[in-house]
T-cell receptor, first 115, second 110 residues
Framework: DAMVIQNPRYQVTQFGKPVTLSCSQTLNHNVMYWYQQKSSQAPKLLFHYYDKDFNNEADTPDNFQSRRPNTSFCFLDIRSPGLGDAAMYLC??????????????FGPGTRLTVT | RKEVEQDPGPFNVPEGATVAFNCTYSNSASQSFFWYRQDCRKEPKLLMSVYSSGNEDGRFTAQLNRASQYISLLIRDSKLSDSATYLCVVNLYNFNKFYFGSGTKLNVKP
C-alpha cells in the first residue's frame, strides 16, 4: 500500500513554463519535505512543513514555492523552470521529533525534464 | 565543511564478501542516525536506524561512535541485490531536518 504518493512520476515542461508537482500521504504525519536530487548527488532539502508552519531553506531559490492545504497534501510549484531545475523531486514525511520519531518516508519521486 | 561526509566509492566486491562503509558527521548535536538505500533512479528507502548500542538486522550491522562522530554500516555475505547507493543521514536534536551524505555506491559482482 502506497504511503507517500507523488504525481506525476514523470513531468516534461518547457523552459519558463510553470509546473506543479504533488505529494500526498496516508500516514497522517506532521512533517512533509520537498527535496531536489540531481544525478549522483545527495538529496537537497528545499523546504519543509510542520503542520502548516512553513520552513524554507536559505539557499532555496525564489522560483520554488510550496503549498500545504491540508495534512495529506503538499505541492511544489516551480514558477519559471530553467534547464538547471531538471532533477528528481522527492517528497518525504515524518512524524516529527516532537513525537520522538525521526524516521523519514519517501515517495517514489517525480522526474522533471525541462526542454 | 559538509554536515555529513561519505566515501563515494564505488566499492566493487564479489558476492559473499563483507564490506563496510563509514560516514562522519560534523555537528556534535546530531541525535539520530540512519542508513538509507537508494537504487538507481528510485527513492531512498530506510535500511536501518542506528542506535547508540549498535544494532543488527540480518546481514547488516550498524554502529555509532559519538566520540569520533562517525557511523558505520557492515554488510556480510554480500548479495547481487545489495548493489545500490547507501546514504548516511543525520538528524539534529530537536530539529525536523535531516542531513544527507552524498552516498556510497556498492557494486556486488558475481
Amino acid at each position: 500500500d502506497a504511503m507517500v504518493i507523488q504525481n506525476p512520476r514523470y513531468q516534461v515542461t518547457q523552459f519558463g513554463k510553470p509546473v506543479t508537482l504533488s505529494c500526498s500521504q496516508t500516514l497522517n504525519h506532521n512533517v512533509m519535505y520537498w527535496y531536489q536530487q540531481k544525478s549522483s548527488q545527495a538529496p537537497k532539502l528545499l523546504f519543509h512543513y510542520y503542520d502548516k508552519d512553513f520552513n524554507n531553506e536559505a539557499d532555496t531559490p525564489d522560483n520554488f514555492q510550496s503549498r500545504r492545504p491540508n495534512t495529506s497534501f503538499c505541492f511544489l510549484d516551480i514558477r519559471s523552470p530553467g534547464l538547471g531545475d531538471a532533477a528528481m523531486y522527492l517528497c518525504a514525511t515524518s512524524r516529527g521529533y516532537e513525537t520522538g520519531s525521526y524516521e523519514q518516508y519517501f515517495g517514489p519521486g517525480t522526474r522533471l525534464t525541462v526542454t | 565543511r559538509k554536515e555529513v561526509e561519505q566515501d563515494p566509492g564505488p566499492f566493487n566486491v564479489p558476492e559473499g564478501a563483507t564490506v563496510a562503509f563509514n560516514c562522519t558527521y560534523s555537528n556534535s548535536a546530531s541525535q539520530s542516525f540512519f542508513w538509507y538505500r537508494q537504487d538507481c533512479r528510485k527513492e531512498p528507502k530506510l535500511l536501518m536506524s542506528v542506535y547508540s548500542s549498535g544494532n543488527e538486522d540480518g546481514r547488516f550491522t550498524a554502529q555509532l561512535n559519538r566520540a569520533s562522530q562517525y557511523i558505520s554500516l557492515l554488510i556480510r555475505d554480500s548479495k547481487l541485490s545489495d548493489s545500490a547507493t547507501y546514504l548516511c543521514v543525520v538528524n539534529l536534536y530537536n530539529f525536523n531536518k535531516f542531513y544527507f551524505g552524498s552516498g556510497t555506491k556498492l557494486n556486488v559482482k558475481p
